[in-house]
């Protein structure tokens, strides 16, 4: 297991469509993240899993916006009808303990023109 | 609710010398957990140091320290020696709330720049 895969990298898309994000784990890992991080700011926190329950939202977490954890495995993140002000570095984290932190994918970088 | 404060918006130190990224921190949870996280051009969060609310010494992880100071809301993080791979995004972030809360609130940044 070589840490947390996040997929694509890059993502450009139109105003108004539909993107999705998907987040590999680590496999021992029982707890997931997701973060936003727009240019010059550190992350936000938008939601977390414990397996397949999703037990936090942020209020950043618009309607627009779901995340699943369907097996307790990987994840994804939807946005719909995406607007300009989504552009940002989508971050997965996963974690056994929260004591010690996160480890942190590479994240998902999304432009919408 | 918490928050985290690096003042630093960029730094540029010499290669070699040692650096102190400053840090406060805002929250009226008695326990607390406190992070640095490095982020390199790549964009991946690479975690460095964690230091606890009730740990008695200061946390060392290699090249990194971290100089907590509890009454003063301080938890400043000093790479010694710094090296040209050392240049990146640097973050400070806390974890606190109700048992259980597991989210990291992070600060601004500081951009680290070291020069040859």
């Known amino acids: 297991d070589t840490g947390v895969s996040q997929n694509p990298r890059h993502k450009i898309t139109k105003r108004g469509q539909n993107v999705t994000f998907r987040c590999d784990p680590i496999?021992?890992?029982?707890?997931l993240y997701w973060y936003r991080q727009t240019l010059g700011q550190g992350p936000e926190f938008l939601t977390y899993?414990?397996?397949?329950?999703?037990?936090?939202k942020s209020r950043l977490l618009s309607d627009r916006f779901s995340a699943e954890r369907p097996k307790g495995s990987f994840s994804t993140l939807e946005i719909q009808r995406t607007e300009q002000g989504d552009s940002a570095m989508y971050l997965c984290?996963?974690?056994?303990?929260?004591?010690?932190?996160?480890?942190f994918g590479s994240g998902t970088r999304l432009t919408v023109v | 609710a918490q928050k985290i404060t690096q003042t630093q918006p960029g730094m540029f130190v010499q290669e070699k010398e040692a650096v102190t990224l400053d840090c406060t921190y805002d929250?009226?949870?008695?326990?607390?957990?406190l992070f640095w996280y490095k982020q390199p051009s790549s964009g991946e969060m690479i975690f460095l140091i964690y230091q606890g609310s009730y740990d008695q010494q200061n946390a060392t992880e290699g090249r990194y320290s971290l100089n907590f100071q509890k009454a003063r809301k301080s938890a400043n993080l000093v790479i010694s020696a710094s090296q040209l791979g050392d240049s990146a995004m640097y973050f400070c972030a806390m974890r606190g709330g109700p048992q259980g809360a597991q989210k990291l609130v992070f600060g601004q940044g500081t951009r680290l720049t070291i020069n040859p």
């Open positions: 929250t009226s949870d008695p326990s607390y957990g």
């Open positions: 496999s021992e890992h029982n707890r």
């Open positions: 899993f414990q397996n397949e329950a999703q037990l936090e």
């Open positions: 984290a996963s974690s056994l303990n929260i004591l010690y932190g996160y480890t």
